[in-house]
């Protein structure tokens, strides 16, 4: 059954190949002539094309190897001077090179399920056919997949008890795309807890006292050094340029196309209030088309105060710490450590998203994606599961702009939340038992209102792709679609913050199911929920 699924889902990415193609085809097309021509101190100076390289080392190394299976399709495509080439064959190297390249994401989550003792194939399903890996990926133009491949090593090795080799991918993982330092304060915690103090007791769960391994330390930094030594050693001396390539902070508090965060709801709240301060007379700043216009840059906000990257990194961290000490406290007990540090990595992905400096909208794949294991831990996880992939995957549809690729996305969507709301409610009880206790309208195992909230993104389609060009706005505000996107969706995304950030504060742990054990055991905070 694994192979007829890898199976479907390979030949459905492969009809994708002729499709819409963003601008992040010709950045992997360049970065495939500059790692192919130039020499390496000029990999990260070379600015021929306003694309350029701004992944680390280990991404460029991936690009030089991929070069040479490149030119073989076709030589032109390595030409640096060759901006925007894009000939049949280049296409389907291009494709391919992404679809073979999942063969890591497949190997991965194959890996991961191997960790789970109940609804282990439903999460390798669930891990495969995620729409917006696929949307991203095989439409849009990424290799997301294979990086998220690389995380799901460093989390099966974990779960696995496996801590170096948990710390080598993700110090691997960290040097393919720096972006996953978002994860890193749970792994540093995670490990020095799990790892560096060896757990002492009389029944081998509860854990009286600590005693701090420094050998276990050394193995671990030596580990994390040597890799980011491969890495950045072959451009010591260029060290500064490369990071200003990394961290560009000059790009903005958001992207071009708001991410469905808290800054969403700041910048929709600061166009409010500068209508209505214009409105009553106020003098206020304002600038044409700011945060709307569609473009990367810096600007001020009109009412509210402007934010700073420092700004944002506090608040991140500030969000973080809560549940980096709970992830401490509920490192002394053995059993539960597998289960905790996916909800911990989840919720601080979470966070990243919510409060981070210029998010990208891709960024809510580091939030499903380790969210989909969850979802076979309880019926809580199974509820935020339900609710996130409809949001999560909905606010990547803007992605996908041409009108002709509505019907491709809804089919993705749909087809992946079939699964999702068909599977997972049975795997805690019997449809029969929820289906005479539900309204019709009512989506099963989640509340009405958290449905209704989710209706509510099939009138923001219709709205979108129907009636805004009915009523003659699609000339005035073209970015309004957008910006309802993101706010609304932002809306769904703050929402799922909190409840996932109160139930892992709030949980009981001895009654919490755990990756090996049966999920049918509900935890008291679940028994009052439902």
């Not at 021509?37 to 280990?58: C, K, R, V």
């Not at 792994?187 to 701090?212: I, K, M």
Request: hydrophobic share 50%; net charge positive.
């Amino acid at each position: 059954m694994l192979l007829e699924i890898i199976f479907i889902v390979t030949a459905v990415k492969a009809f994708f190949m002729p499709l819409y193609r963003s601008t992040d085809f010709e950045v992997h097309r360049n970065w495939l002539a500059v790692t192919h021509n130039l020499t390496l101190e000029q990999w990260y100076h070379d600015n021929t094309s306003e694309w350029t390289l701004d992944y680390p080392p280990f991404f460029a190394w991936l690009e030089f190897a991929l070069s040479h299976v490149a030119k073989i399709f076709d030589p032109e495509m390595v030409k640096i001077e060759n901006l925007n080439y894009a000939s049949d064959m280049t296409v389907l190297f291009q494709r391919l090179s992404v679809i073979v390249l999942d063969i890591v994401y497949i190997y991965g989550a194959f890996r991961c399920t191997k960790n789970i003792a109940n609804g282990n194939l439903l999460v390798f399903l669930l891990l495969i056919t995620n729409p917006g890996l696929i949307m991203v990926d095989h439409i849009h133009f990424q290799y997301n997949g294979f990086l998220f491949g690389i995380l799901l090593l460093s989390i099966s090795n974990m779960l696995s008890n496996n801590y170096l080799y948990s710390a080598f991918w993700f110090a691997v993982l960290l040097n393919f795309k720096h972006i996953f330092l978002y994860m890193a304060p749970v792994y540093v915690v995670h490990l020095l807890r799990a790892y560096c103090f060896t757990v002492s007791s009389t029944d081998g769960v509860h854990t009286p006292w600590y005693s701090f391994s420094v050998t276990n330390l050394f193995k671990l930094a030596t580990t994390v050094i040597f890799v980011f030594c491969l890495s950045f050693g072959p451009f010591i001396d260029q060290l500064p340029q490369v990071f200003s390539r990394l961290f560009p902070f000059k790009r903005g508090l958001c992207h071009a196309y708001w991410a469905p965060n808290f800054w969403a709801l700041y910048n929709f709240a600061d166009k409010i209030l500068q209508h209505f301060s214009t409105k009553l007379g106020i003098p206020v700043v304002v600038q044409e088309a700011a945060m709307t216009g569609g473009l990367v840059q810096e600007y001020r906000h009109a009412v509210l105060p402007t934010i700073t990257p420092a700004v944002t990194f506090v608040l991140t961290a500030a969000a973080m710490a809560p549940a980096l000490v709970k992830l401490w406290y509920l490192g002394a007990d053995r059993r539960y450590r597998g289960g905790s540090f996916l909800r911990c990595l989840t919720l601080c992905a979470t966070c990243a998203f919510m409060f981070g400096w210029h998010v990208h909208e891709k960024a809510i794949l580091m939030i499903l994606i380790p969210l989909s294991f969850l979802s076979v831990l309880g019926i809580t996880d199974a509820r935020l599961y339900m609710f996130m992939s409809v949001v999560g995957h909905y606010s990547l549809f803007p992605l996908l702009y041409p009108k002709n690729l509505l019907p491709i996305k809804i089919f993705i969507l749909l087809t992946h939340l079939s699964i999702v709301f068909s599977y997972l409610p049975s795997l805690y009880e019997p449809k029969t038992k929820t289906s005479r206790r539900r309204g019709f309208l009512v989506l099963p195992k989640l509340k009405a209102s958290d449905s209704l909230y989710l209706y509510g993104l099939i009138g923001l389609c219709i709205y979108e792709n129907v009636l805004h060009t009915f009523l003659g706005l699609d000339k005035t505000l073209p970015f309004l679609p957008l910006m309802m996107t993101s706010v609304y969706c932002a809306l769904g995304v703050f929402y799922f913050w909190v409840r996932q950030y109160i139930y892992f504060l709030t949980f009981n742990l001895s009654s919490v199911p755990t990756l090996t054990t049966s999920t049918n055991t509900k935890s008291v905070y679940e028994k009052k929920e439902t």
